[in-house]
């Protein structure tokens, strides 16, 4: 037992606090007296061991209220020579064999008077008193609970042998430089911890004047704060989880994003496997079979994360079906949605790990002793299960380690639900808008065309924007390029049917102006039965449109556009025009009216149409990028479409497409009068003959022998039909094309009407005759009348020409 000197005055901090005194069996009588006691009270050994400890107070019967419980406070001894002296007292319990309890009575001190003094020793924060060489010198009530039974062997002794944490060397340096700086420490977080639990403490040092005789020491306090610790590291995980989960919309990316995030701030090695439902392949994991063991594909593994390099602790890479075996946690927690904790893995025999060979070598190799598998809920489904696995960290998983766990997994599985319903939704765009978007686009000898799509998803994003190139009658060539507002399967559906409603118009044969109006009226009446649907919501909620006819007979073009940027026109030369079509309104408005521009173009201008994507920024306004186009068309005489092309797109800067992009490039060619033969002649049943004739000749003059019998029969039946029906002169016109086209123009306009002739009926039978004949037959609107037409298949015919690359 240390020997310290009594405390002699209150002019000392401490004095000898701590000193023990003495101990009361439990009858009440002392049973062992110290040499402090004897300095103190001046009583020796032998005058009061087996005494009853009553003769220690100055006051008969107040003895009888030290023992019983613990207890610490001022009261006056008296002494052998009869003076009385007025101390601080702590009675600490000793328990003993058989539940018995004898007492232990310390001295605090004279100055354990003072109100710091007994503040200190009632303070439920372990406090202790630590000389110059880190010895401890005195320790409170809460101190003393806390090292139990042995507290008192602990005084005097240096900080090493009764060490406050586990880190003893950090503690000692604390104290070391609290004694020589006199700067208290204040709040320094230390973690102390076994193979059962964890706690935080925060340690406060500051300086005491006068530890033990007269010499300078350090105070220490401790403040549990593992709660505060654990709160403020939920918080962290939280905020962290917050900000890098549900970045992306790419579901494995998001999985893998939420064992980063766990590792290692909740576990050591995290997986994120994916069921069914969240809907990674199209194929059922069931169908993939079973294992000779029995384990069954429960799951698709999304993200994997390690404290070790390489993650070996994972028996499946990114992507591989996962194999459990049929009683195993994991499925129990795809079935219930209820989390599994086992606190501590059991491997032993009758383990459900026993029918999990390779996951069982792989937790003993590699020491894994606690799991925790959470459910990812989000919206009414389970789409997996979070396992962490604690390794290198001797805690296990507990209650609180659950709770956040939970939380911070269900968060990620709402960015999971909202990654997948994303990636349902642009799997079904995507697909709809390559259905709906011309596959080999082609000017036939009329035009040769490029394009380029660019969506504003670079990895497969689907908008509205849509392009095409349609073939009319005549040899004629239609280009469209239109933009339907937003993004996603919505616009993708309605370009989808202003296309087909745009195909439909065209083969009309009306005029662009007439196409637009129709097309607006179209989408207005649509938008009004979406809107009165309860059930939908409105498919197309604005569009804009360009429209495009070419002629390469009369190298003549007429273009109307409803609220769409203009098309640029470079000439043979390389200047640059943006042709000052009239804008219109937007299509969807309803009762519009479109304006139709009509000019000659020279042989091999080049038309460069485009969407508002490609002229449009964030922060700049669309005359901008109409200039930055113009100054890459510029003086580029002859440049290769392909080229062109190239420049066009690359006046979009880098990272500053807003927007869907689409654009067509058509350069201009012409038929020639080999291609194109013309009769003109009066409505006069006489001079159909020779005009007949003279339709014959020609096309034997282009090797079209074998189109003789059936062109002969279509001439004539047009000819005669006209001169029966039309006024004015008539104008027949053959064209050698991709096809041959028989056209005969007058000036009547009325419409033409086929009509089902009877078996005794004399007319009515030649339009009969010539659908049977043609490969596609058809009548269409003038400037002065209509023209009729008939399109034969050609023996064999030049390639189409054509570049989507």
Same mark, same amino acid.
């Given at each position: ?480 390029? #239109? /933009? !339907?507002?937003?993004? =996603? @399967?919505? $616009?993708? %559906?309605?370009? +989808? ?7 439909? *118009? ?67 030369? #390389? /200047? !640059?025009?943006?042709? =000052? @079509?009239? $804008?219109? %309104?937007?299509? +969807? ?7 139709? *521009? ?73 038929? =020639? ?90 007319? =009515? ?41």
């Amino acid at each position: 037992m240390p020997q310290f000197d009594a405390a002699s005055g209150a002019g000392t901090a401490y004095g000898d606090a701590g000193a023990p005194l003495a101990i009361v069996g439990r009858d009440g009588t002392v049973i062992r007296w110290t040499d402090a006691a004897e300095h103190l009270l001046g009583h020796r050994a032998e005058e009061i061991l087996g005494r009853p400890a009553e003769r220690l107070a100055a006051s008969p019967g107040e003895s009888a209220s030290w023992f019983g419980q613990e207890w610490a406070g001022r009261t006056v001894l008296l002494r052998r020579d009869g003076r009385s002296v007025q101390v601080g007292l702590r009675v600490s319990a000793l328990p003993g064999a058989n539940g018995a309890v004898d007492w232990l009575i310390s001295v605090l001190g004279a100055a354990e008077s003072t109100p710091a003094v007994s503040v200190a020793e009632n303070s439920p924060f372990p406090t202790a008193v630590w000389d110059s060489e880190l010895r401890m010198v005195w320790l409170n009530a809460a101190l003393a609970r806390a090292y139990g039974p042995t507290w008192p062997r602990r005084l005097g002794l240096p900080l090493q042998e009764s060490p406050l944490y586990a880190d003893t060397a950090q503690v000692r340096a604390l104290f070391r430089q609290v004694l020589e700086t006199g700067v208290p420490v204040i709040d320094r977080e230390l973690d102390q911890r076994d193979h059962r639990w964890r706690r935080t403490y925060a340690l406060s040092v500051f300086p005491v004047a006068n530890a033990r005789d007269g010499e300078p020491g350090v105070c220490s306090t401790n403040v549990d704060v593992t709660a505060s610790r654990r709160a403020r590291e939920r918080v962290t995980l939280l905020s962290r989880a917050g900000t890098r989960i549900g970045t992306t919309l790419d579901i494995m990316q998001t999985a893998q994003d939420l064992a980063d995030v766990l590792v290692p701030a909740m576990a050591d090695y995290v997986t994120v496997d994916l069921a069914d439902a969240a809907e990674l392949s199209d194929e059922p994991l069931a169908r993939l079979g079973t294992t000779g063991s029995g384990a069954v594909p429960a799951f698709h593994r999304g993200g994997m994360a390690s404290i070790r390099p390489g993650v070996p602790e994972s028996l499946w890479a990114r992507g591989e079906a996962v194999y459990v075996p049929p009683h195993s946690p994991f499925l129990q927690v795809l079935a219930t949605g209820r989390s599994y904790l086992e606190p501590v893995l059991d491997v032993s025999p009758g383990s459900w790990l026993n029918h999990d060979a390779g996951r069982l070598e792989k937790i003993i190799s590699l020491g894994m002793h606690s799991m925790l598998v959470i459910p990812m809920h989000a919206r009414g489904e389970i789409l997996g299960v979070a396992v962490l696995v604690r390794t290198e960290t001797p805690v296990p998983f507990d209650e609180n380690d659950r709770m956040v766990s939970e939380e911070v997994v269900s968060r990620a599985a709402l960015s999971l639900d909202n990654a997948r319903r994303y990636t349902r939704e642009h799997t079904a765009a995507l697909a709809l808008q390559r259905d709906l978007l011309p596959r080999n686009p082609s000017g036939g000898n009329a035009l040769d065309v490029v394009w380029r799509y660019l969506p504003s998803d670079r990895r497969g994003g689907v908008g509205g924007d849509w392009f095409d190139v349609i073939e009319l009658s005549g040899a004629r060539i239609a280009l469209v390029v #239109g /933009d !339907v507002v937003g993004h =996603g @399967i919505s $616009a993708a %559906a309605g370009m +989808g049917r202003i296309r087909a409603a745009m195909i439909t *118009l065209a083969a009309l044969d009306l005029s662009p102006a007439e196409v637009l109006a129709h097309l607006d009226d179209l989408l207005a009446r649509l938008a009004a039965e979406d809107f009165d649907s309860k059930t939908m919501p409105t498919t197309i909620t604005g569009a804009t449109c360009l429209y495009i006819v070419y002629d390469p007979v009369s190298r003549r073009c007429c273009a109307a556009r409803a609220g769409h940027p203009p098309p640029a026109l470079v000439d043979p030369s #390389g /200047d !640059v025009t943006l042709l =000052g @079509i009239p $804008a219109g %309104a937007p299509l +969807g408005v309803g009762g519009q009216t479109y304006e139709d *521009l009509e000019m000659e173009l020279s042989e091999g201008s080049t038309l460069v149409l485009y969407t508002d994507g490609l002229v449009e920024t964030r922060d700049r306004d669309i005359d901008f990028g109409l200039d930055r186009l113009r100054a890459a068309l510029t003086q580029r005489p002859g440049a290769p479409l392909q080229d062109l092309r190239s420049a066009v797109v690359g006046t979009i800067p880098p990272g500053e497409q807003a927007d869907d992009v689409v654009v067509l490039l058509a350069r201009t060619r012409s038929l =020639g009068p080999d291609q194109v033969m013309e009769w003109e002649l009066d409505a006069d049943a006489s001079a159909v003959g020779e005009v007949r004739a003279a339709a014959v000749r020609a096309l034997m003059a282009w090797g079209l022998e074998r189109l003789v019998p059936a062109a002969e029969q279509i001439v004539g039946e047009l000819l005669a039909n006209a001169v029966r029906h039309a006024d004015g002169p008539l104008r027949l016109r053959l064209i050698r094309d991709q096809v041959l086209v028989c056209e005969v123009f007058d000036t009547s306009l009325n419409a033409v009407r086929t009509v089902s002739a009877g078996p005794d009926d004399e007319e =009515g039978r030649g339009l009969a005759i010539i659908g049977a004949l043609a490969s596609r037959h058809g009548s269409r609107g003038t400037s002065t009348g209509k023209c009729v037409w008939a399109e034969l298949l050609l023996p064999s015919g030049p390639a189409a020409t054509g570049d989507g690359g």
